[in-house]
């Protein structure tokens, strides 16, 4: 399902953009840099993929995400 695979990279991503924020030491090189932006263009184009109903729900998924 491409909206599984896009939620799943953008999680991903964003893990890794709150290390380069906020970790002091954090570092990497060009190619993991270039293997972040692949996978960006990944989630995107598999969230292109998507059926609306898929893409609705998906944003709301992210504007209300579940309480613990």
Known sequence: M????C????????DERHKADYEPHWTTNPL???TQVDAAERA?????AASESERRAF????LFPERT
């Open 7 to 14: 939620a799943n990279s953008f999680a991903s991503l964003q």
């Open 32 to 34: 993991a840099a270039a």
């Open 59 to 62: 944003v709301l998924c992210l």
């Open 44 to 48: 995107i184009t598999e969230l292109a």
């Open 2 to 5: 491409p909206i599984t695979a």
